[in-house]
């Protein structure tokens, strides 16, 4: 089974991915490795995860030819300039044993971030085929429009977070109009969405899982990917099943009327998310 691709006018990508945070080790290695197996081929990490080594160990081992894997990873926002952030990036590609990465982040903006020095290093990496595409993770929309007002590298993907109860209308309004990709984390919102009656009479009507009514409804958007976090086998078929479910428009319509401002992921470094 494999997933769905989304096919944007800068990149493709396998629209359901597995995501690796917070696996790490021998524990993440494995993950991979069985994900790949069961036909993956979108793997998500980032630096500040500390499992790049896992990630790489098992794309080494899988057997899986390189260029049928969509590899990426993200930078942490301490590195706030264009010469930190490239440094940074090859210690990336070391420990994920790679010669380049499918789509590379900043991971999270920060108010020391010069994002002009940040927008040139990611070009150099594009233009010099280390990162076959870039991106930007966790910006507001104002951010996120100042990054592309400003015209210095191609953004190919935003990832944040989304699910069944954050909708991320103005976003998807800005990526979108531009066929950027929106990749979105935490689709299942920590598993707190699953237990909505809504969901789930949903999901029995389709003989489904919650978890891929929740995935199913992300995948139906234009331009929008999902990377479930999954170790299990188990898990990892289930999520990948998601892909074969339509939504018809009345269960599209009973889950719009869920609440689509609830965030999880809000750490104290967090941006405003209205700016």
């Keep these: 089974m494999k997933s769905p691709v989304l096919n944007t006018p800068l990149m493709k990508m396998p629209a359901l991915g597995l995501g690796t945070w917070p696996m790490k080790g021998g524990a993440c290695q494995a993950a991979v490795e069985t994900a790949l197996s069961l036909g993956y081929r979108h793997i998500d990490t980032a630096e500040m995860y500390g499992n790049e080594d896992a990630v790489g160990a098992a794309i080494h081992l899988a057997g899986v030819p390189r260029g049928e894997i969509f590899l990426t990873t993200k930078i942490w926002n301490d590195k706030t300039d264009g010469p930190s952030f490239r440094a940074a990036f090859d210690e990336c590609l070391g420990r994920l044993r790679q010669a380049y990465v499918d789509l590379l982040l900043v991971h999270w903006p920060s108010p020391a971030m010069d994002l002009p020095s940040i927008l040139e290093a990611m070009a150099w990496i594009r ?49 979108q ?63 990948l099943g998601a892909a074969a479910i339509r939504l018809t428009a009345e269960d599209v319509a009973a889950l719009a009327t869920l609440p689509k401002d609830r965030r999880f992921v809000n750490p104290d470094m967090a941006p405003d998310w209205n700016s």
């Design 127 to 175: 233009a010099n085929n280390l990162a076959k595409n870039v991106g930007v993770s966790n910006f507001p929309p104002g951010l996120l429009q100042r990054a592309l007002d400003l015209d210095i590298v191609p953004i190919a993907c935003l990832q944040v977070e989304h699910h069944l109860m954050l909708g991320q209308d103005r976003l998807l309004a800005i990526t």
């Design 177 to 239: 109009a531009r066929r950027i990709a929106l990749t979105s984390y935490t689709p299942l919102g920590k598993g707190q969405t699953l237990d909505h009656p809504v969901i789930q009479q949903i999901a029995r009507r389709h003989k489904a899982t919650p978890a891929q009514v929740a995935l199913a409804w992300l995948l139906r958007m234009q331009d929008v990917a999902a990377i479930p976090k999954a170790q299990s086998a188990q898990r990892q078929m289930e999520n």
